[in-house]
């Protein structure tokens, strides 16, 4: 396919004199040929400066769950625009979306509201802390809670739990932080003890390689966990609305102590939130905990919250079928298209998340990712770009409320000639530089 990518190239070039990197978010800066320069989106489709459009199963990092430009979301905030943009006090939008998260959300019985997933990942820390008088946290490698230092570490391309996720972090941060292996019960019960106030993990460990939990085993640390005193915390900002109205916690029967939601709660819009029991964010409730922030619950963003959250909530028994079935068909069309080329190429799918690796092996834990070649992904993303479609070049998969067989049967075509040529750049080694070039994949998820 005929696509030139001259004004994002120009409008990068323009970027790198002023802004730092040339991109606004890290992960941006891998993707080839170039960072690609959006001017619209619309349903699951989006177009670049240049006029190409492109079906989209990046969505936004995951916002976009009802799919580009929703009109539901988008008719309530012009509603709320015409109101005023905000008021550095309460309004009526609060207790409304804070009555629906606790309506849709099994573990919320109160709820507080930050504005990004790395702010409310660390709300709930510090509410943990309080309600329990103690101080360290159990997180598990490979999964993501946010790029502040303390929880930053042991999410890279290597085997040190310990490792931080950039230059510039400070050690002591993440001083009270263990890090433990994940489906691996034996090794939480070693490190649980009467000083642990929380344990913090992705239900579904997506921004890893969408990996899911072993039969029991979130049950295993709702009861080690319990016993011990501490506080279970899902980090939900990704599998939040996504996986089920109620989240993962939803589908696979397990409900939390705290929960921090983001992403598709918002519609595409920056708002989250931390919820849970009543007796343990009433640390919150009476002060002691003082939960601050200039935007948090801003009134655009709540509605468009209000807005996103009542859609899933009125369209449930439609919505969540249709996004398992488009999430299996973008799986199963990588699958079918990869084994025609002889691609090594395995897919983790659940829902409407799925994350795709150029490996040999099946990739089932933290170890098996770092056997992929994130590279050669990285090719197969530029690859598909060229042939109009836009995909996370680390490999998270999304799709959408708005993805119908016309997408699919878009991507099929685009995933057997992308295919093609990748087998053919790997069977004659000759493939450019970027098929073993992690940058921009190591440490960086995708938020």
């Not at 699951?44 to 990092?61: C, H, K, M, Q, S």
Request: aromatic share 6%; hydrophobic share 40%; net charge negative.
């Amino acid at each position: 396919m005929n696509r030139t990518f001259i004004g994002s190239a120009r409008e990068h070039e323009r970027s790198l004199a002023s802004l730092a990197g040339g991109v606004a978010t890290a992960i941006r800066a891998a993707q080839r040929p170039v960072p690609v320069s959006f001017v619209g989106g619309s349903g699951p489709r989006l177009t670049d400066i240049d006029g190409n459009e492109y079906v989209d199963f990046a969505l936004a990092y995951g916002p976009m769950l009802l799919g580009h430009s929703p009109a539901a979301v988008i008719e309530a905030v012009h509603r709320q625009l015409d109101r005023g943009l905000g008021y550095g006090a309460s309004h009526p939008i609060e207790p409304a979306l804070a009555e629906a998260v606790c309506r849709t959300v099994p573990s919320a019985e109160l709820c507080a509201f930050s504005n990004t997933g790395s702010e409310a990942v660390h709300a709930a820390i510090r509410i943990a802390r309080a309600a329990t008088g103690r101080r360290r946290v159990i997180k598990f490698q490979g999964h993501y809670h946010g790029w502040l230092d303390p929880l930053h570490i042991g999410v890279g391309a290597s085997l040190d739990p310990r490792e931080p996720g950039t230059a510039g972090q400070d050690p002591q941060a993440s001083a009270s932080i263990d890090v433990c292996a994940w489906n691996d019960v034996d090794a939480l019960r070693q490190l649980l003890d009467s000083e642990v106030a929380a344990v913090i993990m992705e239900p579904v460990a997506v921004n890893r390689g969408c990996l899911s939990p072993a039969p029991g085993y979130l049950e295993a640390v709702q009861e080690l966990t319990s016993a011990a005193g501490a506080l279970l915390i899902f980090d939900e900002v990704i599998t939040g609305f996504r996986l089920a109205l109620g989240g993962a916690q939803q589908r696979l029967g397990v409900t939390p102590d705290m929960t921090i939601l983001g992403k598709a709660m918002g519609g595409g819009f920056p708002i989250s939130a931390v919820c849970g029991r009543a007796d343990v964010m009433s640390e919150v409730a009476s002060g002691r905990v003082s939960h601050m922030g200039t935007f948090n619950a801003n009134p655009i963003c709540g509605a468009a919250a209000l807005a996103a959250i009542e859609t899933y909530e009125r369209n449930a028994e439609e919505i969540y079928p249709g996004l398992d079935e488009a999430g299996f068909a973008l799986a199963s069309a990588y699958r079918e298209a990869a084994a025609a080329a002889g691609v090594p190429l395995q897919v983790n799918q659940l829902g409407a998340a799925g994350y795709a690796y150029v490996a040999t092996q099946p990739v089932s834990s933290y170890e098996d990712t770092l056997t992929a070649d994130p590279g050669a992904y990285v090719r197969l993303s530029e690859l598909l770009l060229e042939e109009g479609i836009h995909v996370i070049p680390r490999g998270i998969l999304y799709t959408s409320t708005t993805h119908t067989d016309r997408e699919v049967k878009e991507l099929e075509g685009a995933l057997d000639r992308a295919m093609g040529r990748l087998a053919s750049e790997l069977a004659s080694q000759e493939a450019p530089s970027a098929l073993h070039d992690d940058e921009g994949q190591s440490g960086q998820p995708a938020s």
